[in-house]
């Protein structure tokens, strides 16, 4: 059988009425829609649901799926302890899912479960299925910190493991929209938030799910949304399917948006085939990128490529501009695959002969050296995006108010702590951001004080 039937879902834990007292009246529509994806769940009678939670367990660099025979859970956390559910878990499919994984080196497994309880991004969802199914079992999976393209990927494994298994499946994606609404919402206003609902519900009307892949990590960040990796999931589950898309309600009366949608396979489309797509048109990107790389950023791309390929550190080469040569300066080389951050090592003054030898040595160092990653490896070599930023002179300062996120980097100093951070990053968009995230890498307390230092940069890409 397969994937009957996907569903995006939120789980504001209101929207149950022991919780929400009467404030869910507020969501009505959601609600209307939430009872109508009861009813369509229960005429398809699955005897799996697979559930994507982002209130899972969620690792860095790994996916979990709830092992054992079944869990519980109930909404005490939310002054409704006598809201309670008990699940028994598809042990079969989550065999099977592992296989898979382990088959295709992909990281995701049973390991490292730290609360057996359920959630309440799944509980929500159950509480409305329940009302009209409960002959299933269940599937519960957390997302993860890595790229979306690994979640697209994660679905493909659970589309393969409901064809080899013949199972009939529902799959839910459980997730809100941005939290960042209304400046009394949950976490303030932000103008990216309303973007995101817009432009996620109109992609998902549209099973549009290519486009799923194209949200930048900042963006979603900045619009503070919940959901996005579960829906990515459920797109990848979708793999190469034609489905029927609707969407059923959107609201957000209380500054986190809340949107559903219904998709229902009919039949296969080998041009639905995103996740191909997209690394596609990233490949000819970066393709274009690397042609129109400057000799900066050409010599920390050629000084990685040989370290990674050979464990060579290459010599600087003739016909650089003179500036290379001639100019000592502090350089960081950062290092990004797929819109995240990959690796970045640098000096706040010059400890080389030459800005060359400088971009040689922290371009090794940015691809094998970070302690925060694990080396770079061959295969990822043509999927790496690469700048340079080579530092002015540092410039004792007074106060804040001499500062620009833009177009100052920042280094504050404490004692023998001592951090840095570069000028217009994305994501950093105000001075306190920027001086409290340079405090944190040096273990400088928030609120303590510390001399402050301006440099302007030069950054290549």
């Not at 367990?57 to 939310?78: E, L, T």
């Not at 493991?161 to 941005?178: N, P, Q, T, Y």
């Not at 405090?439 to 307390?445: D, R």
Request: net charge negative.
């Amino acid at each position: 059988m397969g994937i009957t039937a996907a569903f995006m879902v939120p789980h504001p834990p209101l929207i149950v009425p022991d919780v929400g007292k009467g404030e869910e009246r507020k969501i009505a529509d959601t609600i209307a829609a939430y009872q109508e994806i009861g009813k369509r769940i229960g005429k398809q009678k699955p005897e799996t649901i697979v559930l994507i939670s982002p209130h899972q367990i969620m690792y860095a660099d790994y996916f979990h799926i709830s092992p054992g025979k079944g869990a519980k859970g109930d909404m005490g956390q939310f002054r409704a302890g006598k809201v309670k559910f008990e699940v028994s878990y598809d042990t079969a499919f989550v065999e099977e899912l592992c296989r898979l994984a382990d088959m295709e080196g992909f990281p995701a497994g049973t390991m490292g479960e730290r609360e057996k309880k359920l959630d309440h991004g799944t509980m929500v969802p159950l509480y409305f299925v329940e009302q009209y199914w409960k002959e299933y079992q269940l599937v519960r999976i957390g997302l993860s910190g890595l790229p979306l393209a690994r979640h697209y990927e994660l679905g493909q494994c659970i589309q393969k493991a409901a064809e080899i298994l013949d199972r009939k499946v529902v799959l839910i994606g459980s997730g809100d929209l941005s939290h960042r609404l209304k400046e009394d919402g949950p976490y303030g206003y932000r103008e990216e938030g309303p973007v995101y609902d817009s432009r996620i519900m109109d992609v998902m009307k549209r099973a549009a799910f290519g486009e799923l892949l194209e949200f930048s990590e900042d963006f979603c960040e900045k619009a503070g949304e919940c959901g996005h990796r579960s829906f990515t999931i459920m797109a990848g589950a979708l793999d190469k399917t034609k489905v029927e898309a609707e969407a059923l309600s959107y609201e957000g009366p209380f500054g986190v948006g809340y949107g559903i949608c219904s998709f229902v396979p009919c039949g296969m489309d080998s041009e639905r085939n995103f996740k191909e797509q997209y690394e596609e048109k990233e490949k000819k990107r970066i393709l274009e990128q690397r042609e129109n790389e400057d000799a900066y950023v050409r010599l920390a791309r050629r000084a990685i490529e040989e370290y990674v390929r050979s464990g060579r550190r290459t010599e600087v080469p003739e016909e650089l501009p003179e500036e290379m040569y001639e100019r000592k300066a502090g350089v960081f080389v950062s290092i990004k695959k797929e819109g995240q951050l990959r690796g970045c090592i640098g000096t706040i003054r010059a400890v080389r002969e030459s800005i060359a030898e400088e971009i040689i040595e922290n371009a090794i160092s940015a691809s094998t050296r970070d302690t925060r990653f694990r080396p770079v490896e061959p295969a990822e070599l043509e999927k790496l995006v690469i700048s340079v930023d080579v530092l002015g002179d540092m410039e004792p300062i007074e106060s804040l108010e001499e500062l620009d996120v833009k177009k100052y980097g920042v280094v504050v100093t404490k004692g023998h702590k001592r951090g840095l951070l570069l000028p217009n990053l994305e994501g950093v968009d105000t001075v306190e951001e920027q001086v409290a995230i340079a405090k944190s890498k040096a273990g400088i307390g928030r609120t303590e004080k510390a001399e402050l230092e301006r440099f302007e940069v030069v950054r290549h890409h």
